[in-house]
């Protein structure tokens, strides 16, 4: 099993940042691609930005300019620095990750709300 913790959401208001940060844990597994995905109400879950395990990038075209993916194999953990935000970026934040164990098995963390104010 593989535990992810979020942590850095909050309110902000329009053409401020924010950072998220998730972190995964479990023994025995190879961590491959980390991300976020993003929810608001009312509509489906959407893609933010993956990164691989050899820090290869995908950013959705919205947050593309603004947003910036990394992560620190070392540690497991992925971040999100998030600049220029909009209202319309205003959703819960999903990390996720792949991991491998015999198998390929997605985690999802808990979630993270971001809200932006105009």
């Known amino acids: 099993q593989v535990q992810l913790v979020e942590s850095g959401g909050g309110l902000v208001q329009a053409g401020g940042s924010l950072r998220l940060s998730c972190a995964a844990s479990g023994s025995g597994f190879s961590i491959n691609a980390m991300g976020w995905y993003r929810q608001a109400p009312g509509k489906q879950r959407e893609l933010v930005a993956t990164?691989?395990?050899?820090?290869?990038?995908n950013y959705a075209d919205s947050v593309k300019g603004r947003f910036t993916i990394s992560r620190d194999n070392a540690k497991n953990t992925v971040y999100l620095q998030m600049n220029s935000l909009k209202p319309e970026d205003t959703a819960v934040y999903y990390c996720?990750?792949?991991?491998?164990?015999?198998?390929?098995?997605?985690?999802w963390g808990q979630g993270t709300q971001v809200t932006v104010s105009s």
């Open positions: 990164i691989t395990s050899g820090r290869t990038t």
């Open positions: 996720y990750c792949n991991a491998y164990k015999a198998t390929y098995i997605t985690y």
